[in-house]
Protein backbone atom coordinates (compact mmCIF):
# COMPACT_ATOMS: atom_id res chain seq x y z
CA UNK A 1 0.00 0.00 0.00
CA UNK A 2 1.24 3.58 -0.30
CA UNK A 3 -0.01 7.21 0.59
CA UNK A 4 0.00 9.54 -1.86
CA UNK A 5 -0.08 12.97 -0.85
CA UNK A 6 -0.20 15.82 -3.65
CA UNK A 7 -0.11 19.30 -3.22
CA UNK A 8 -1.58 21.45 -5.26
CA UNK A 9 -3.06 25.31 -6.58
CA UNK A 10 -6.28 25.02 -5.12
CA UNK A 11 -8.57 25.84 -8.14
CA UNK A 12 -7.39 22.53 -9.24
CA UNK A 13 -8.89 20.82 -6.74
CA UNK A 14 -12.23 19.74 -8.55
CA UNK A 15 -10.26 18.62 -11.76
CA UNK A 16 -7.75 16.19 -9.95
CA UNK A 17 -11.37 15.04 -7.16
CA UNK A 18 -12.80 13.87 -10.74
CA UNK A 19 -9.88 12.50 -12.41
CA UNK A 20 -9.30 10.06 -9.09
CA UNK A 21 -12.80 9.33 -9.04
CA UNK A 22 -12.64 8.14 -12.68
CA UNK A 23 -9.40 5.85 -11.93
CA UNK A 24 -11.47 4.20 -8.80
CA UNK A 25 -10.08 6.37 -5.42
CA UNK A 26 -13.48 6.34 -3.42
CA UNK A 27 -11.82 8.18 -0.69
CA UNK A 28 -9.66 11.25 -0.28
CA UNK A 29 -8.97 13.93 2.72
CA UNK A 30 -8.64 17.39 1.73
CA UNK A 31 -6.72 20.12 3.56
CA UNK A 32 -6.18 24.17 3.09
CA UNK A 33 -2.79 25.03 3.45
CA UNK A 34 -0.29 27.31 3.01
CA UNK A 35 3.19 26.94 1.60
CA UNK A 36 6.14 28.19 -0.65
CA UNK A 37 8.97 26.39 -3.47
CA UNK A 38 10.27 28.06 -6.04
CA UNK A 39 7.45 30.76 -6.16
CA UNK A 40 8.99 32.72 -3.13
CA UNK A 41 5.50 34.13 -2.57
CA UNK A 42 4.85 37.71 -4.46
CA UNK A 43 3.53 41.25 -3.35
CA UNK A 44 0.61 42.59 -3.56
CA UNK A 45 -1.00 46.57 -3.06
CA UNK A 46 -3.23 46.65 -0.01
CA UNK A 47 -4.60 49.89 0.39
CA UNK A 48 -1.79 51.93 -1.05
CA UNK A 49 0.62 50.11 1.25
CA UNK A 50 2.83 47.15 -0.57
CA UNK A 51 3.19 43.74 1.33
CA UNK A 52 4.65 40.07 0.47
CA UNK A 53 2.90 37.35 0.46
CA UNK A 54 5.43 34.40 1.55
CA UNK A 55 2.94 31.48 1.88
CA UNK A 56 1.10 31.12 -0.81
CA UNK A 57 -2.68 29.14 -0.65
CA UNK A 58 -2.60 25.44 -1.44
CA UNK A 59 -4.74 22.17 -1.14
CA UNK A 60 -3.13 19.03 0.19
CA UNK A 61 -4.85 15.75 -0.76
CA UNK A 62 -4.03 12.59 0.82
CA UNK A 63 -5.49 8.70 -0.03
CA UNK A 64 -4.16 4.99 0.43
CA UNK A 65 -4.08 3.20 -2.38
CA UNK A 66 -3.22 -0.30 -3.04
CA UNK A 67 0.08 -0.55 -5.50
CA UNK A 68 -1.46 -1.63 -8.23
CA UNK A 69 -3.33 1.62 -8.46
CA UNK A 70 -0.13 3.93 -7.75
CA UNK A 71 0.90 4.31 -11.75
CA UNK A 72 -2.93 5.22 -12.81
CA UNK A 73 -3.28 7.89 -9.97
CA UNK A 74 -0.10 9.35 -10.28
CA UNK A 75 -0.97 9.82 -14.47
CA UNK A 76 -4.61 10.82 -13.40
CA UNK A 77 -2.90 13.71 -10.91
CA UNK A 78 -0.26 14.65 -13.78
CA UNK A 79 -2.81 15.45 -16.20
CA UNK A 80 -5.54 17.14 -14.34
CA UNK A 81 -3.08 19.38 -11.91
CA UNK A 82 -0.68 20.62 -14.61
CA UNK A 83 -1.09 24.37 -15.71
CA UNK A 84 1.97 24.33 -16.71
CA UNK A 85 3.66 27.31 -14.51
CA UNK A 86 5.51 27.01 -12.25
CA UNK A 87 3.51 26.09 -8.46
CA UNK A 88 1.71 23.38 -10.11
CA UNK A 89 2.65 21.39 -7.09
CA UNK A 90 4.15 18.14 -5.58
CA UNK A 91 3.04 14.35 -5.68
CA UNK A 92 4.87 12.91 -2.36
CA UNK A 93 4.40 8.73 -2.36
CA UNK A 94 5.02 6.67 0.92
CA UNK A 95 4.87 3.20 1.77
CA UNK A 96 2.35 2.06 4.13
CA UNK A 97 2.68 -0.92 6.34
CA UNK A 98 -0.68 -1.57 7.68
CA UNK A 99 -3.97 0.05 7.80
CA UNK A 100 -7.07 -0.94 9.80
CA UNK A 101 -10.96 -0.13 9.05
CA UNK A 102 -12.18 1.12 12.86
CA UNK A 103 -15.81 -0.11 12.31
CA UNK A 104 -15.01 -3.93 10.58
CA UNK A 105 -11.84 -4.52 11.84
CA UNK A 106 -10.35 -5.37 7.75
CA UNK A 107 -6.87 -5.00 7.26
CA UNK A 108 -4.46 -4.02 4.46
CA UNK A 109 -5.78 -3.49 0.73
CA UNK A 110 -9.40 -4.54 2.12
CA UNK A 111 -9.33 -1.54 4.39
CA UNK A 112 -8.46 0.79 2.05
CA UNK A 113 -11.23 -0.21 -0.50
Do not use: C, W
Not at 41 to 69: M, N, Q, W
Not at 90 to 108: S, Y
Amino acid sequence: MKKVEVIIKPFKLEEVKEALAEVGIQGITVSEVKGFGRQKGHKELYRGAEYVVEFLPKVRLETVISDDKLDAVVKAVLKAASTGSIGDGKIFIIPVEEAIRIRTGETGDNAVR
